[in-house]
């Protein structure tokens, strides 16, 4: 998922809850929209901004392993697919960072945290793309299981997160299909593109069920930010529902899930599916992926270097208001 | 870091001509007309709108959350401001 | 790419002039090589913006020359009549059949170079545009007014960014006036007529580079001037060649990049 293990604020059995903090409660489970200047409580807002900021976190970096291959796109109209989804990851993480600032948080504080390595990003985008096969796999597997978690956020009680992936739900909706109608290609393609293709698999899948986060069934964490709405599934549960809907996607495409265990279990009516290494989730998480170096120093310096152009645009706002003010004065 | 951040801007699209501007997200920008050539490039790439307007949102004053009961309960009881309140036989045809 | 760029195969005798096809093509490909070198400069940029508004903003210019270059790119490999494809034009020539002029190959820099490289050829590329859509040629005048509705905003956009910057700190004041002094000799090329734009104009499918001189001029003192920078005071035609083939050594670089998987699994499709 974009967002990943994001503490929540502990949660308070019914005694501990404040008359404000039951009727909160209330409102959510009435299924009514939270909006910015209501009431709520501090624990709903600050995990919120975690999770939010993240996933903005998680758009940004993420257009980095796909933008790698923009300037080596094959064709020109794959040219433009790539660039126009790339660009559209800014535009989410631009509509999910105006989210979080309805929060009380400004987005410099939250791209600070991210530079500063205090907020993390979704683990995947620290995984290289090596061939083009990967602006398939990352298209059907990443945005993929994306996609997984954003659908049912659209029902998220916060009004303004809510907002923002009904927009974000509605423009991605071509970015897992592109991403399949690449690995198509390259599936049916070349010998060479075929085993690009299966390359791409086998070096993405476990990565892509990480996004979901380790199991989180018991999780009091996961809990809270379950009544409140801020998360709608277990991390399992949306893992399972990915493995079921891309497993036979596979294998339209010829291509094999490179995972021994796989298997239909009829009496559950679910596959069954080798789990990912969690040590190397954590490796990862902790900054060790094969390119948290990488991803961390492009966002910083795209930031440092822009100094100087964002401050130019303030320091011209500032005199053009100066000689507007003038000339009214003036005018008088 | 820069400690100058751009101001947040609301954006407001018409879809449509004929149609109301729409708040659709915000944006930073370092003043008003940047604001509208932003919104442009951030909130029309699909063709979605024929006009823009931006406010600051510093700008906008908003009624209070509190206030939502006594402001808007009111209109509740009004249900004859609703056509639907009105029993119109069907021999009379479309009203 | 039907749906991106859609151009209607109406009669046009113009192209059909053997004796003009020669020309035609080059002058096609100069038209399209423009766009799609300067459209793979900004897409550089994807990601790596500045603020996530302007990173934004780039990836729409650099699409909207992706498409002109898609549009440019067809009309030649059809004029040549040879099979190729728009495609096999962008992906499988070398640099000495590549006809951009010098300043769109140009490394991009930092924003200032970015931009002031921009408002520079929009300037250029606005009136040029203006002037084809009363061109004698139907397919080439059709081309012309759809890219100049989106070339205009990308004039408005850059000239608006040059007068800010120009005008804003400090820093960004010598920025711009740095990039300026950089990119200025390369400019000219864009207004040196050769030959091809000789031919071009006398068929009366482009107006004469020269021509179009004035209207630049204007426009580009008048930003200048509000963006308070100084013209360098050397001339603006100094690098020249680009349009016929003779490129900067950072042409070979875009194209390795750009070429890649065309060049190293050759009839693989995409």
């Known amino acids: 998922m974009y967002a990943q293990m994001v503490k929540s604020e502990g949660m308070k059995s019914s005694e501990e809850m404040s008359p404000e903090d039951r009727a909160f409660q209330d409102r959510i489970d009435r299924g009514e929209k939270i909006e910015p200047k209501e009431w709520m409580p501090e624990g709903y807002r600050k995990t919120l901004i975690r999770q939010i900021g993240q996933h903005a976190h998680s758009e940004i970096v993420g257009q980095l392993p796909e933008g790698n291959w923009i300037t080596r796109a094959p064709t020109l109209e794959r040219k433009a697919i790539l660039l126009a989804k790339v660009q559209d990851e800014a535009g989410h993480g631009l509509y999910l960072y105006s989210a979080a600032e309805t929060l009380g948080v400004s987005r410099d504080e939250l791209l600070e945290k991210l530079h500063s390595g205090a907020m993390k990003y979704s683990s995947i985008f620290n995984y290289p793309t090596l061939t083009w096969a990967d602006m398939g796999a990352v298209g059907w597997l990443v945005d993929g299981a994306a996609i997984m978690n954003q659908v049912p956020l659209q029902r998220t009680s916060y009004g303004p997160y809510s907002r923002a992936m009904i927009r974000i739900c509605k423009e991605e909706s071509f970015h897992q299909r592109q991403g399949y109608a690449i690995m198509m290609k390259m599936a049916q393609g070349t010998p060479e593109q075929h085993e690009m293709a299966q390359d791409a698999l086998n070096r993405f899948w476990f990565p892509a069920l990480m996004m979901f986060g380790p199991s989180d069934k018991d999780s009091v964490h996961s809990a809270q930010s379950m009544a409140w709405k801020i998360k709608m599934n277990t991390n399992d549960e949306l893992r399972q529902k990915f493995v079921d809907e891309t497993v036979p996607q596979a294998e339209y495409l010829g291509l094999t899930v490179p995972d021994e265990m796989l298997k239909w279990n009829d009496e559950r009516g679910h596959y069954d599916f080798a789990e990912p290494d969690w040590q190397e989730f954590f490796e990862v998480i902790k900054g060790n992926g094969p390119c948290n170096q990488e991803r961390l120093e492009a966002r910083r310096r795209a930031w440092d270097e822009g100094a100087w152009f964002r401050d130019g645009l303030t320091a011209y706002a500032g005199k053009a208001a100066a000689r507007r003010a003038g000339a009214s004065v003036a005018a008088e | ?95 | 790419m039907a749906a991106i760029a859609e151009i209607t195969a109406a009669p046009d005798p113009v192209l059909a002039d053997d004796g003009l096809k020669p020309a035609l093509f080059d002058w096609l490909c100069r038209m399209g090589d423009n766009c799609l070198i300067l459209g793979h400069r900004l897409s550089e940029w994807c990601g790596h913006g500045p603020a996530l508004e302007e990173d934004i903003a780039l990836a729409n210019t650099a699409l909207d020359l992706i498409g002109h270059t898609q549009m440019w790119l067809a009309l030649a490999a059809e004029v040549e009549g040879k099979g190729r494809s728009a495609d096999d034009l962008a992906f499988l020539r070398d640099a000495m059949k590549f006809r951009n002029a010098k300043l769109v190959e140009l490394p991009s820099g930092d924003m200032a170079v970015t931009l002031m490289r921009e408002f520079l050829f929009d300037a250029w590329h606005f009136e040029m545009l203006t002037g084809l859509t009363e061109s004698a040629s139907p397919r080439v005048a059709e081309i012309a007014a759809k890219a100049l509705k989106e070339v205009s905003y990308h004039l408005e956009r850059s000239s608006d960014l040059v007068v800010r910057l120009g005008d804003g700190s400090d820093e960004s004041h010598r920025r711009m006036q740095d990039a300026l002094n950089r990119l200025w000799p390369y400019a000219g090329e864009l207004f040196t007529a050769d030959k091809v734009d000789e031919a071009a104009a006398a068929a009366g499918i482009a107006p004469e580079l020269a021509a179009l001189r004035a209207a630049w001029d204007k426009t580009v003192g008048e930003v200048l001037g509000e963006a308070t920078l100084t013209l360098p005071e050397i001339r603006f035609d100094v690098h020249q060649g680009g349009k016929q083939g003779r490129h900067t050594e950072h042409l070979g670089y875009i194209l390795a990049e750009m070429q890649f998987l065309q060049r190293a699994y050759p009839g693989a499709e995409w």
């Open chain 2, 1 to 95: 870091m820069s400690k100058k951040e751009w101001p947040l801007w609301e954006i407001f699209i018409r879809g449509q001509h004929g149609l109301n501007h729409r708040h659709v997200g915000s944006l930073h920008a370092p003043d008003a007309e940047m604001a509208v050539n932003n919104a442009r490039d951030v909130y029309t790439r699909r063709k979605e709108g024929v006009s823009i307007w931006v406010v600051k949102s510093t700008d906008i004053t908003a009624s209070a959350p509190s206030a939502k009961g006594p402001l808007f309960d009111p209109a509740e009881s009004k249900v004859y401001r609703h056509p639907t309140f009105f029993d119109i036989p069907d021999d009379v045809g479309h009203m």
